[in-house]
């Protein structure tokens, strides 16, 4: 349904109708822009470089997650790369759609366990290639601004 604003003038009474009319267009406006996600690690990490993970794509059908891309490629996915910690303090803006069957994920590679906040789920999410294979890392869905915290 799409939204008509109000033109409100001088001498308008406010309403409740008009106060709800405004709500439910606020509400059908839905999510979508971008995830802002900021990195961290606990202590005890060696300094040798390493891969800490990926932010990936994936589409949600006949009941699973399935990856878009399948073949690793700078251009499919987002690298976390660092020594003892991340080598950055935020993942670049992650786009956010109002669509529950498309979905960015956090792929850990890295760490015992993650803790999570904000808008990053806090249990893992089984993940499948294309091909039908579970991806093997723990993946972790984004669905709005929050942080990660790659746990020794």
């Known amino acids: 349904m799409s939204y008509t604003p109000t033109t409100w003038t ?22 979508g822009g971008n995830a802002v996600v900021s990195l961290s690690a606990t202590a005890g ?10 932010v990936v794509f994936a589409t949600y059908s006949n009941g699973h997650w399935t990856l878009i891309y399948d073949t690793y ?9 660092g020594w003892s910690a ?16 498309y979905s960015a994920f956090l792929i850990q590679i890295v760490g015992s366990s993650i803790n999570t906040t904000g808008g990053i789920s806090s249990a893992p999410t089984t993940l499948y290639y294309s091909y039908g294979s579970i991806v093997p890392d723990n993946a972790y869905r984004i669905t709005g601004s929050g942080s990660v915290e790659f746990v020794y």
């Open 86 to 101: 991340p080598a950055y303090l935020y993942l670049p803006p992650i786009p956010i759609v109002d669509d529950d069957s």
């Open 73 to 81: 490629s700078r251009y499919n996915f987002v690298e976390i790369f």
């Open 10 to 31: 001088n001498g308008d009474t406010i309403t409740a109708a008009k106060l709800n009319k405004m709500e439910q267009g606020i509400a059908e406006g839905g999510g």
């Open 45 to 54: 990490f060696d300094s040798g470089s390493k891969m800490w993970g990926y």
